[in-house]
């Protein structure tokens, strides 16, 4: 062989591999992360499934997780802004809860880092549950069912808020994303999209640079940015020299399963995801926004690009999420 054959080979298989690693990028991984001190077991899981869905864990005993985190509406609940406790309405739109386990921030603002500490927020909360820690933790208490089963789950402790915030974020961590056309196109079978959708990743790869944002298989950077959409939410809260100041950042959240979660970003104020596509990728809503992230600038998105994109997001939309969701409860 002589060495411009060599050299094409080489560079053959360099191109293989280059290719091999940029795919393995977008693979959804085969496990999550867990704590050390609260690893994955069945016993857990069953157990934070039945907090989740359980209302007793609300004030009102009229909402649980599951009000603002639907299975059947991707884990979200498709309004613009939560309903909590006696009809109050929430400031932000209800985010989903697909792929939260591989995020180190969590809640728009990222204002914590585990699912643990994010279980127990919205319990709290009075526009939400509405259900002080101090009184749910007693009440869980009375319910012999509820001993038995923590029991079973943490048998070197009690019924705690500690071991409330685990078991819940037990059960989220087994809400992952599941096998999509896109999936399936990434793993070789390159009819599995069309060939818009093909164009669209394209787009959004190059030309509409949407993966600054939204990258890697969960189709998120794990990071905070300020889209220009106008509204007064002061979003994530950063230091300096022990003042705090507003970014109106907000976490890029996951596109897994997209088309189930509208309406769209924190405000829920769109509804489409031509729009949201529109607004992402041709400079933000209000290109003269203060703290406008710079990564939020006019990519100049023809309408038929936009359907591209939004076409290739569509083959992110998961197989229906296999999960038995209790009607009975502890007693």
Aim: net charge neutral; proline share 5%.
């Amino acid at each position: 062989m002589n060495i411009s054959k060599v050299l094409l080979v080489a560079l053959l298989s360099t191109t293989s591999l280059f290719a091999d690693f940029i795919a393995s990028d977008w693979l959804r991984p085969n496990s999550v992360p867990t704590p050390y001190d609260n690893e994955l077991t069945p016993k857990r899981v069953e157990l934070g499934k039945l907090l989740y869905f359980d209302k007793r864990l609300s004030k009102s005993n009229e909402i649980s997780c599951a009000t603002c985190h639907d299975p059947k509406l991707g884990w979200s609940d498709g309004l613009s802004k939560s309903i909590g406790h006696n009809g109050a309405t929430g400031p932000r739109n209800s985010p989903t809860i697909i792929n939260t386990a591989y995020q180190q921030h969590q809640f728009w603002d990222g204002r914590v880092k585990s699912l643990e500490e994010q279980a127990l927020g919205p319990i709290e909360t009075e526009v939400e549950m509405n259900m002080p820690l101090k009184e749910l933790i007693p009440k869980l208490k009375k319910i012999d069912g509820y001993l038995k089963l923590f029991k079973e789950a943490y048998p070197k402790s009690e019924i705690t808020k500690e071991t409330l915030a685990k078991a819940i974020a037990s059960f989220e961590r087994t809400v992952v994303s599941t096998e999509s056309a896109f999936d399936r196109y990434i793993k070789g079978d390159k009819n599995a999209i069309s060939k818009d959708a093909r164009d669209g990743f394209e787009l959004f790869k190059n030309k509409g640079r949407c993966t600054d944002c939204h990258s890697g298989f969960n189709f998120t950077d794990g990071s905070f940015h300020n889209l220009g959409l106008g509204d007064e939410d002061k979003g994530r809260i950063k230091t300096r020299k022990g003042v705090e100041i507003p970014t109106g950042e907000m976490k890029t959240p996951t596109l897994r399963d997209i088309t189930k979660t509208w309406p769209y970003f924190h405000d829920g104020s769109v509804k489409t995801l031509h729009e949201a596509v529109a607004i992402c990728g041709n400079g933000g809503r209000f290109t003269n926004a203060k703290n406008l992230s710079l990564l939020i600038i006019d990519r100049d998105l023809n309408i038929d690009e936009i359907e591209k994109i939004v076409a290739f997001l569509r083959t992110l939309e998961g197989e229906e999420f296999n999960i038995h969701i209790p009607t009975k409860f502890p007693e």
